[in-house]
């Protein structure tokens, strides 16, 4: 099995809103400060690479589309060159995580073909993949591995497809051999979203969605929140044990997503 290759059981059903939409003037308002936002980010050319002003450009994009950013107490860790290793919901935990500590984002070679975004994840440096080209992996985890070594930090989605919840599949061992390699640490993170402080689906991007879709729901979301926390960094020689640890980590005690079948499945965008 194509280990980049994930198909979730999530689909459109998983979807919630535990608050009222906004009204049509704040979505029209939130759409504008999106636009204004991009088009401010895109002038900034190669200057969004730096640190400083992609973490500043992130929080401008959440501030447009007004959802707020929570984040826990910082975990210690060692310096640069970690493997952040986060559960994946939405199209929005990037820019979240990039909100928090910017780095380099490994994503799936589609994120690079969508407009304006795509623009922008090449112009802070984004890695794509080609989940369909599995011989590519061991390229792609050579890669990872020198980055981390060069003192770059970079982050991944190793759940490798969007789930409706945190615990919604497991990790894939394969970007963890990169930590390995490279002796570098990992570090989990986990995003959540919530709707009035309550657990909510409407940010996730599932079963046909696309990003207007997804856009349009989110920038309509009345009181969204994401919420970002920091766990501990792991260190270790085998990627099996990191990965499971790391998933641990991530998910705490949550039930994982879909533990019973459901009637239909949706090949899900990733």
């Known amino acids: 099995m194509n280990p980049w290759t994930v198909q979730a059981p999530c689909t459109p059903d998983c979807l919630s809103d535990t608050a009222p939409r906004v009204p049509l003037t704040e979505t029209a308002r939130r759409y504008a400060a999106l636009t204004h936002t991009l088009i401010r980010t895109a002038a900034m050319g190669e200057r969004l690479a730096d640190p400083r ?5 992130a929080l401008a994009v959440l501030d447009a ?3 707020r950013l929570e984040t826990g107490p ?11 290793v986060a559960n994946h919901i939405s199209w929005l935990d990037a820019v979240a995580l990039l909100a928090v500590e910017p780095v380099t984002v490994l994503a799936k070679r589609e994120v690079g073909q969508w407009p304006v975004v795509g623009t922008l994840a090449r112009r802070i ?7 369909g080209a599995v011989r590519e992996l061991p390229r792609t985890v050579a890669e990872l591995a020198d980055l981390l070594r060069s003192g770059r930090s970079v982050l991944v989605f190793p759940q490798a497809t969007t789930w409706c919840t945190v615990a919604g599949g497991r990790f894939r061992r394969a970007a963890f051999q990169a930590a390995v390699d490279a002796g570098a640490p990992v570090r989990p993170m986990t995003v959540d979203y919530l709707q009035d402080g309550a657990p909510s689906t409407v940010a996730a991007f599932l079963g ?4 207007t879709t997804s856009l349009r729901r989110v920038a309509a979301a009345r009181a969204l ?3 970002v926390t920091g766990h501990p960094e792991l ?6 044990t990191l990965a499971a640890a790391a998933g641990a980590a991530v998910c ?10 459901r009637h239909t499945t949706s090949r899900v965008p990733a």
């Open 208 to 211: 046909g969605d696309d990003f």
């Open 252 to 261: 705490g005690t949550r039930p994982p997503a879909h533990t019973a079948p």
């Open 225 to 227: 929140s994401v919420r």
């Open 74 to 84: 910082p975990a210690h860790r060692t310096g640069p060159g970690a493997l952040l």
């Open 235 to 240: 260190r270790g020689t085998d990627r099996r």
């Open 53 to 57: 002003v992609l973490r500043g450009r």
């Open 125 to 131: 440096g984004t890695r794509f993949i080609d989940r």
């Open 65 to 67: 589309l007004g959802v």
